[in-house]
């Protein structure tokens, strides 16, 4: 048997395992049986002992914890809170101003070019903005905040603090037996909520398309915390690898696959998070980087975009796997980004770039897998149903 | 039954030789999703890639470990490629192969070499 390593695997980056940081939970991860892998310079959580299929059928089902203290987590403040959000306007085409207190919405980072830097999360927490940003990305996303925002907005960088998610149809009630009242937030709201004895920023949100909670929790809280949500029989660790089957089953976008600095936030068909006010006619049009690009790319179109595809076959269509219009002959068409097996589905399913004339659902193309051209549909995402409590 | 370096193993029964992966070559792949078996009759040389085999983390091929046909494979697995992590050293056998010359299986290891090699 020869393996080979996927092309670009997003947890298995090509670094040396000397210099790899640890997360608060690392020994936690490694008394659980975890393997453990290096992604954007940590040694993280792969898989534990129950595996990647039944970790991510198991967090669909009940709850899973997972350890996201990668993420860089980062406090926005000024003197005045309202001129910290609208200095961020300046680097996101998202209505920052308007995010109500208590709130939380998803933005992307642009470039002059009109591409994505970077997606993150803003929660307004009243006298500041909380940002989370992508791992490989944070140093960038804090040295971008920084020059725009300084001296006016301090950027300060938490570091003494892990982010855990417990994600599932079960996470409201496993947290309500730490925190009663969690049921009375709804999709996307923030609170400072006393967990595990420790005053924990907590958000109704995740990246698997189910109900779940984001947890920031001071480092010398966090394995406690993780043990009592651990002890409780709905709740099992969820490693990475099963984290990338249950976004890409939610038609979520893993940044430096399925959005990077060349895809567009129209290509990529994310403009649901460009609110009017920050588009033409909106009275916040504009401001921030690539909007004139952005702009006509709204008026007219995109030459490609990205589409979710279910593959007609049993084989897994993996990023990389180039998508033609006919069975023989042509050039490609576009592209698969992120590609693997659904275990809620039950089958492959994939996201990637086309052609925007071949966008339609329910186009078939045919992706090129070993040489073989084979059946593969453009399909709604998300793949799975969301579980979100709005 | 014999061992290979690439972690499959051989069941010979006259010059009929049953072909899989190991239980630790299973537990390494992970939760195997998708299996592509060759056609019965088909001729290969020893180091062809006969199978192909997916998990959650990775594509992998099978690569035949003699000469010979293939003479039966296991269509079972292509339906439930689970059974593949559930019985790897027993139902889950991928192919039988008329070995052509069955000296090649003398260098392959026993149980115990096999043991050794992967630790």
Known sequence: ?390 | MKFTEEHEWLDADGDVVTVGITEHAAEQLGDVVFVELPEVGTSVNKDDEVVVIESVKAASDILAPIDGEIVEVNEAIVEDPGKVNDDPQGAAWFFKIKAEDASQMDDLMDEAAYKDFIG
């Open chain 1, 1 to 390: 048997m020869r393996t080979h390593r996927p092309e670009r695997e997003n947890w298995d980056v090509s670094e040396d395992d000397d210099g790899l940081k640890h997360t608060p939970l690392y020994d936690l991860h490694v008394s659980l049986g975890a393997k453990m892998v290096p992604f954007a310079g940590y040694d993280m959580p792969v898989q534990y002992p129950l595996g990647v299929l039944k970790e991510h059928q198991h967090t669909r089902a009940k709850a899973g914890l997972f350890d996201v203290s990668h993420m860089g987590q980062v406090v926005l403040r000024a003197k005045d809170p309202e001129a910290a959000k609208r200095a961020l306007e300046a680097l996101v085409p998202v209505d920052v101003l308007g995010l109500g207190e208590g709130r939380q919405r998803y933005a992307f980072f642009t470039n002059d070019h009109g591409g994505i830097e970077d997606d993150l999360m803003i929660a307004n927490r009243g006298d500041h903005l909380f940002v989370v940003v992508n791992a490989a990305c944070k140093a960038a996303d804090i040295a971008r905040m920084r020059a725009a925002l300084e001296p006016e907005v301090t950027v300060k960088e938490i570091t003494t603090r892990a982010l855990l998610a417990l994600q599932g149809p079960a996470a409201e009630a496993v947290l309500a037996e730490h925190y009663p009242n969690i049921t009375n937030m709804k999709f996307m709201d923030v609170e400072t909520l006393p967990l595990g004895g420790a005053e924990c920023w907590v958000s109704r949100s995740g990246y698997t398309g189910e109900d779940g909670f984001e947890i920031s929790v001071p480092e010398a809280a966090a394995v406690d915390l993780a043990k009592a949500l651990l002890a409780h029989e709905d709740v099992e660790p969820i490693g990475l690898g099963a984290r990338d089957s249950l976004r890409l089953e939610a038609g979520l976008c893993l940044y430096g696959h399925d959005i990077d600095s060349s895809t567009t936030p129209v290509s990529a068909q994310l403009t649901w998070a460009m609110q009017k006010v920050r588009r033409p006619g909106g009275d916040r049009a504009g401001g921030f980087p690539g909007a004139d690009e952005i702009f006509s790319e709204l008026a007219e179109s995109c030459a490609q975009k990205r589409v979710g595809l279910r593959p007609d076959g049993r084989a897994p269509m993996r990023e990389g796997v180039e998508i033609f219009a006919s069975e023989e002959g042509g050039e490609a068409v576009g592209r698969v980004t992120s590609g693997g097996f659904g275990p809620t589905v039950g089958g492959p399913v994939a996201m990637g770039y086309v052609s925007s004339a071949l966008a339609t659902e329910g186009t078939q193309l045919y992706g090129e897998v070993r040489g073989k051209r084979l059946l593969v549909t453009v399909a709604k995402l998300p793949f799975v149903p969301q579980g979100f409590k709005r």
